[in-house]
């Protein structure tokens, strides 16, 4: 195919030059308007705007971008491509990527979100970046744990850590494709799991809803037997926290776990 003279990254400026080389020698791949006014002064918004139609910016939201790689072509950033998680990284802080998004990330789940969860000390809208969709997961800062770094595309990025993953989606299994995801997850790879890690992690998190939601799974996938020892010392207070929050509080109640189930877990449907 040949491209047209409109397709092709057009040639930099003095000042562009100095912006875009400065960030690609510091490792900057994202930045902030910020980061570009410390660079060429308070008029960056103004090359911001050329740089854009250029092709050698991204942007990503505003006052947010991403340098476009020389090694991406001549089409420059009609080529380019961000990771979710890369982005997600650069949108709050404190943060991890956690829930869904880490589920899948660790293999615990084949089901790939089409929203990055991502958990956040503050409140913040959901928002939508490129062809993404970003939803933040306000956490108290206890939850702050369990968190390891990953590298992606050459960016460190927080995530959740493989039980902790667990223990999170236990605690909003709304943010995790609902119980019974959650109880796949568990099914398929209890052996890899440190269920030691996911009782210290509920018993740091405070939330004995978690233990709740747990002792169900197990019960309906046969590894109560195995895991029964989790629960040793944890007492099931009164209240009927729902088995899968995104549902309706409507339901059976079940007084061996004290949970409200409105939502069912059939194994049948896919042990094998």
């Given at each position: 195919?040949?491209?047209?003279?409109?397709?092709?990254?057009?040639?930099?400026?003095?000042?562009?030059?100095?912006?875009?080389?400065?960030?690609?020698?510091s490792?900057?791949?994202?930045?902030?308007?910020?980061?570009?006014?410390?660079?060429?002064?308070?008029?960056?918004?103004?090359f911001?705007?050329?740089?854009?139609?250029?092709?050698?910016?991204?942007?990503?939201?505003?006052?947010?971008?991403?340098?476009?790689?020389?090694d991406i072509?001549?089409?420059?950033?009609?080529?380019?491509?961000?990771?979710?998680?890369?982005?997600?990284?650069?949108?709050?802080?404190?943060?991890y990527?956690?829930?869904?998004?880490?589920?899948?990330?660790?293999?615990?789940?084949?089901?790939?979100?089409?929203?990055?969860?991502?958990?956040?000390?503050?409140?913040?809208?959901?928002i939508?970046?490129?062809?993404?969709?970003?939803?933040?997961?306000?956490?108290?800062?206890?939850?702050?744990?369990?968190?390891?770094?990953?590298?992606?595309?050459?960016?460190?990025?927080?995530?959740?850590?493989k039980n902790?993953t667990?223990?999170?989606?236990?605690?909003?299994?709304?943010h995790?494709?609902?119980?019974?995801?959650?109880?796949?997850?568990?099914?398929?790879?209890?052996?890899?799991?440190?269920f030691?890690?996911?009782?210290?992690?509920g018993?740091?998190?405070?939330?004995?809803?978690?233990f709740?939601?747990?002792?169900?799974?197990?019960?309906?996938?046969?590894?109560?037997e195995?895991?029964?020892?989790?629960?040793?010392?944890?007492?099931?207070?009164?209240?009927?926290?729902?088995?899968?929050?995104?549902?309706?509080?409507?339901?059976?109640?079940?007084?061996?776990?004290k949970?409200?189930?409105?939502?069912?877990?059939?194994?049948?449907?896919?042990?094998?």
């Open positions: 195919m040949v491209l047209i003279e409109e397709e092709y990254r057009k040639g930099l400026g003095k000042r562009e030059s100095v912006l875009i080389s400065t960030l690609s020698s490792g900057k791949k994202i930045f902030t308007i910020d980061d570009a006014e410390k660079i060429i002064g308070k008029d960056a918004k103004k911001m705007s050329s740089l854009i139609k250029k092709r050698w910016v991204l942007r990503l939201k505003r006052g947010l971008y991403a340098v476009v790689p020389l072509g001549v089409k420059g950033a009609e080529s380019f491509i961000v990771h979710d998680f890369v982005i997600a990284s650069y949108l709050t802080n404190p943060y990527i956690g829930f869904w998004s880490a589920l899948n990330h660790h293999g615990l789940s084949e089901q790939i979100p089409t929203t990055i969860f991502i958990a956040s000390s503050k409140p913040k809208p959901t939508s970046i490129i062809n993404s969709r970003f939803l933040f997961v306000q956490i108290s800062r206890n939850k702050f744990i369990g968190i390891e770094k990953t590298e992606i595309d050459g960016q460190k990025v927080n995530i959740s850590e902790k667990v223990a999170d989606c236990l605690d909003h299994p709304e995790a494709g609902g119980i019974e995801e959650i109880a796949k997850a568990i099914y398929f790879n209890h052996e890899e799991l440190n030691g890690k996911i009782r210290e992690y018993l740091r998190m405070k939330n004995v809803a978690i709740k939601r747990l002792g169900y799974i197990l019960e309906k996938t046969n590894l109560l195995k895991y029964g020892w989790v629960f040793k010392g944890i007492r099931l207070t009164e209240g009927y926290p729902l088995i899968d929050k995104a549902g309706m509080r409507k339901g059976k109640y079940n007084e061996k776990w949970l409200l189930i409105n939502a069912e877990i059939k194994p049948e449907r896919w042990m094998y």
